[in-house]
């Protein structure tokens, strides 16, 4: 896998973490632990793709 290839499954990857930390959010049987669970794995995602473009 290309580095290319990689930086752009890790961008889907936020972009669907995303998606779900809105609709835990917009669903009140979310519990606040969940969705900072899900903010953490995005915050990782978001600097590994900054790392490798950078690079």
């Known amino acids: 896998m290309t580095v290319d290839a990689h ?3 890790l961008r889907k990857k936020h972009e669907a973490l995303s ?3 809105e609709d ?3 669903h009140p049987g979310s519990s606040d ?3 900072a669970e899900l903010k953490k794995q995005k915050l990782k ?3 590994e793709i900054q790392r490798l473009t950078h690079e």
């Open 7 to 9: 930086i752009e499954e």
């Open 19 to 21: 998606a779900e930390v």
């Open 24 to 26: 835990a959010q917009r």
């Open 33 to 35: 632990l969940e969705i």
């Open 45 to 47: 995602l978001k600097e």
